[in-house]
């Protein structure tokens, strides 16, 4: 069981990586809260019980990743937990319409953005025997399309493959992932769909404290087990 240490989370200052944080918080847990903007971290912070810690960064900035692993360890002990959470989009999404630049940007943001949070955590990881790395990615990641797009789809299949790469490699060292692959989730990545989601359409989406109970799920259990997937999307369609 994890759920007792320090969890850093990217992404804490809104939707999914502000619901996890609220619940890990409610378990007992120290939560270094990681972002670019101050205020919504602070506004997470507010609604999180026990400890936390406010760090500002970008998750494609390595040397300020390394700052923040060291700080967090330094101000709330070991990290038991990474939830590599932070993720883009952009509104020109299909491989006719989306410039070079764009690619790039998305890219570094969800996929590489999860391995530098990875490579940062690791030798702490490796120090004390033991760690969880939660990976959220998409149903994108499942299965390519118009709606999320080439590039987000792309980013979020490679979150998949990043975490059996690490359960591959670094499971016998106590170390092990987890990819939570959410269908609609209702955060502002909704508003920012070329077509918009409808009032009756976003409020069948599922909500961040539903992905933070599946993260929770894979926190609470014995480090002799790892779910390597979890897949989970809405009753009723949102996308049409």
């Not at 969880?132 to 998409?138: C, H, P, Q, R, T």
């Not at 999320?148 to 060292?173: C, D, P, W």
Request: charged letters at 20%; a negative charge; one cysteine or more.
């Amino acid at each position: 069981m994890q759920t007792e240490g320090t969890a850093l989370i990217t992404g804490a200052g809104t939707g999914i990586g502000r619901g996890i944080a609220i619940a890990f918080s409610a378990q007992g847990m120290r939560v270094a809260l990681v972002g670019r903007t101050r205020e919504t971290l602070e506004e997470t912070a507010q609604c999180c019980e026990g400890e936390t810690l406010i760090l500002e960064s970008s998750v494609n900035d390595r040397d300020r990743l390394a700052a923040v692993v060291a700080e967090t360890i330094e101000k709330l002990g070991p990290i038991s937990i990474l939830v590599n959470n932070a993720g883009m989009n952009t509104r020109e999404r299909n491989l006719a319409d989306m410039p070079p630049d764009q690619w790039d940007q998305v890219i570094d943001v969800n996929l590489t953005g999860a391995y530098n949070g990875f490579k940062a955590v690791l030798p702490c990881f490796r120090e004390q025997g033991d760690g969880l790395v939660i990976n959220i990615s998409s149903m994108a990641g499942k299965s390519a399309g118009t709606v999320g797009g080439v590039a987000y789809s792309a980013s979020k299949h490679g979150m998949g493959s990043l975490t059996q790469s690490i359960n591959a490699e670094f499971r016998e060292e106590g170390i092990r992932a987890t990819c939570i692959y959410p269908g609609e989730v209702d955060t502002p990545i909704l508003d920012k769909r070329p077509v918009p989601v409808s009032a009756d359409k976003r409020a069948a989406a599922l909500q961040p404290e539903d992905i933070a109970a599946a993260a929770l799920m894979a926190a609470n259990l014995p480090d002799r087990a790892i779910v390597e997937e979890i897949t989970i999307f809405p009753r009723r369609r949102v996308s049409s």
